[in-house]
Structure formats: C-alpha cells, structure tokens
C-alpha cells in the first residue's frame, strides 16, 4: 500500500499556483454540468476529450475530441497513447429503486473499481476531479456543514454514493491523485428548478413550497459551479475535498417567497405526502435534505470569484426560459 496523504493546509502555497492542464478528459460531458464544464475547458485552449455514450455533444463543441463507449465497458488501457492531465468524473450509470437500484450500485461501484485500476496502472496517473453532490452529507439543523463532516447518504446520493467509494479509498492509498467536489443545489435551465418549480408556476399558475418550507438550501450557478471545478482542478490540492456553493443559505420558504415577488403568484404548500405521491421517495428525501453549507478552505474560496451574485436575477432569467415540456 502506497504512503498515505499528509493532512491538508487550508493555507498550502499549492492554493495560490495554478496547475497547468494541457489535455483533459470528461466522463458525462453531455450532462447539465458537464456541457458548461467542456465549453469553459475549451475557451480556456485546454485540448478536451469527452466519453460519449448515447447522448450527442451540443452543436458548439465540434471542436472536442470525441471517445465512444460506456463507463463500465470502455477500454481504459487504451488512454496510455494520450493520457490526459486531469480527468473530471461525473458519470453515472442510472437506476434507482428496489433491486433495479441494487444492481444500479454494484455497477457503478465495480465500473468505478476498474477505472481507478487502469488509472492507477498509467506510468503517470492522472489527477482525477471526482463530482459528488452535498446529498451525502445527510440532513442536518442549523449548524455549517463543511468538508469534514461525515457522510451519511440521502436521497439520490444513496445510490450514486456507490461510484464515489473507490475513489474515497483511491484517495487514502494514493493509489490515483484524487480530489472530490461537492456542488450544492445547482440552479440553471434544466436542473430541478424546471421540473419542480417552473413547470408547476407554468402549468398550474402558483409557486410551489415543499412541506413546511424550514429546510436550509445552499446554491450555486451551473456556470459558476463548472468554472469553480476548472479551478479547483487547477489550484487544488490532491487528497482534498471541497463543497461546491455560492452565498449564503437560505430556507425553502425564502425561494418560494422570492419566486412569488417575482412572479406576482401564490404561494400553495405541497405536502411531502404529495410530492412522493406525484415523483418518488428519493424527490422527498430531496426536499426533507437541509444542509446550511460551508468550507474549510477559505485559501482556495479566496482566489475565486463567482459570476452569478444576484440570486434575484439568475431566477427571473429562469422564469422567462422556454417553456418546460410537461
């Protein structure tokens, strides 16, 4: 067993000095977060390549380099001929729900086993910027929430905990430099923002609060958040973990009542009853989750500045998108 990590410095030099990255890969590049993610690589003139399994890359990203296969059947070993410097994780094999779910988890824990393998098995491992979410924290009252709380899984995390194990246990042999970010509630076209609130606002003309609306909820913008793990790549240290977030907290109760400023609607309470009715438990799970979220690495947190500050805004620019698909 390689030598374990030293602990981190919040106030490492590492923090200060850019990383350079010349060739980056991305597994779920077609994703909400990975099509901003790949855009930012590529205006920043790093050579990007994307694993692409069924979905088609957006019209504007001609100029990536294109691998075709899935996460647990790609032939890894093949990366040795261009190996790339950091490789951003945030593929997932779907699936949730009784044994549907069990076998969903068993995949992506030994898919994610034989990654970290044929990486570990490179003449130079590549670092690897693994995107969890702060669901696997748990729930939790009022206290900040930083990265050295426990997990504890909830929600959609207790399936997609299973792909970040092997990487959790890569980061404490050294056996791949691996560093583990975790965005809060990411707010952009197409997140849940559209399917639980613009929707609703749109189809049956109120802003919908989930239960009593008491539950802390942390945000970050999905530009702000793709260009935090750029950075986060680059200026990070190997060995570490940090939470994904942009402001402070605010209760549920708050994001409906700003929703209904803006919009001049009513606000009606759903029951949480109601809500696992119409989605299902994990969508509950969701919305039962409060996690007022924090940082230890206020070095890192200091050389970045977020573009998306106005939270008032960002949702106006959210309610006048396109109409959502009922």
């Given at each position: 067993?390689?030598?374990?990590?030293?602990p981190?410095?919040?106030?490492?030099?590492?923090?200060?000095?850019?990383?350079?990255?010349?060739?980056?890969?991305?597994?779920?590049?077609?994703?909400?977060?990975?099509?901003?993610?790949t855009?930012?690589?590529?205006?920043?003139?790093?050579?990007?390549t994307?694993?692409?399994?069924?979905?088609?890359?957006?019209?504007?990203?001609?100029?990536?380099?294109?691998?075709?296969?899935?996460?647990?059947?790609?032939?890894?070993?093949?990366?040795e001929?261009?190996?790339?410097?950091?490789?951003?994780?945030?593929?997932?094999?779907?699936?949730?729900?009784?044994?549907?779910?069990?076998?969903?988890?068993?995949r992506?824990?030994?898919?994610?086993?034989?990654?970290?393998?044929?990486?570990?098995?490179l003449?130079?491992?590549?670092l690897?910027?693994?995107?969890?979410g702060?669901?696997?924290?748990?729930?939790?009252?009022?206290?900040?929430?930083?990265?050295?709380?426990?997990?504890?899984?909830t929600?959609?995390?207790r399936?997609?905990?299973?792909a970040?194990?092997?990487?959790?246990?890569?980061?404490r042999?050294?056996?791949?430099?691996?560093?583990?970010?975790?965005?809060?509630?990411?707010?952009?076209?197409g997140?849940?923002?559209?399917?639980?609130?613009?929707?609703?606002?749109?189809?049956?003309?109120?802003?919908?609060q989930?239960?009593?609306?008491?539950?802390?909820?942390?945000?970050?913008?999905?530009?702000?958040?793709?260009?935090f793990?750029?950075?986060?790549?680059?200026?990070g240290?190997?060995?570490?973990?940090?939470?994904?977030?942009?402001?402070?907290?605010?209760?549920?109760?708050?994001?409906?009542?700003?929703?209904?400023?803006?919009?001049?609607?009513?606000?009606?309470?759903?029951?949480?009853?109601?809500?696992?009715r119409?989605?299902?438990?994990?969508?509950?799970?969701?919305?039962?989750?409060?996690a007022?979220?924090?940082?230890?690495?206020?070095?890192?947190?200091?050389?970045?500045?977020?573009a998306?500050?106005?939270?008032?805004?960002?949702?106006?620019?959210?309610?006048?998108?396109?109409?959502?698909?009922?």
């Amino acid at each position: 067993m390689k030598k374990l990590l030293k602990p981190l410095a919040l106030s490492h030099p590492a923090y200060l000095a850019a990383r350079p990255i010349r060739h980056a890969l991305v597994l779920g590049g077609t994703g909400f977060l990975g099509v901003p993610l790949t855009r930012k690589l590529c205006a920043a003139g790093i050579r990007t390549t994307c694993l692409v399994h069924r979905t088609s890359l957006p019209t504007d990203t001609s100029d990536l380099r294109v691998l075709r296969g899935s996460l647990d059947r790609y032939p890894w070993h093949t990366l040795e001929r261009d190996a790339p410097d950091v490789v951003f994780h945030l593929a997932r094999i779907p699936g949730r729900g009784g044994i549907r779910g069990a076998i969903t988890r068993l995949r992506n824990r030994l898919a994610n086993e034989r990654l970290v393998l044929a990486l570990a098995a490179l003449p130079r491992p590549p670092l690897v910027v693994f995107i969890g979410g702060t669901l696997a924290y748990g729930s939790h009252t009022d206290e900040l929430i930083t990265e050295d709380a426990p997990l504890a899984p909830t929600s959609f995390s207790r399936d997609y905990h299973a792909a970040e194990l092997p990487w959790l246990t890569a980061q404490r042999t050294n056996d791949v430099p691996v560093m583990v970010a975790r965005p809060a509630w990411v707010l952009g076209r197409g997140s849940w923002f559209a399917a639980f609130y613009q929707r609703v606002i749109q189809v049956e003309r109120y802003v919908p609060q989930y239960g009593d609306g008491e539950n802390w909820m942390s945000l970050v913008h999905v530009e702000d958040c793709a260009s935090f793990l750029l950075y986060y790549a680059q200026s990070g240290l190997p060995g570490s973990a940090v939470n994904v977030f942009a402001g402070p907290p605010i209760r549920q109760r708050e994001l409906a009542e700003r929703i209904a400023r803006l919009t001049g609607l009513p606000i009606r309470r759903i029951s949480l009853d109601e809500l696992e009715r119409r989605f299902d438990r994990a969508v509950r799970q969701a919305f039962e989750f409060s996690a007022r979220i924090g940082t230890v690495h206020t070095a890192l947190y200091a050389g970045f500045q977020a573009a998306h500050r106005d939270l008032d805004g960002d949702l106006q620019d959210l309610l006048q998108a396109e109409p959502a698909q009922r």
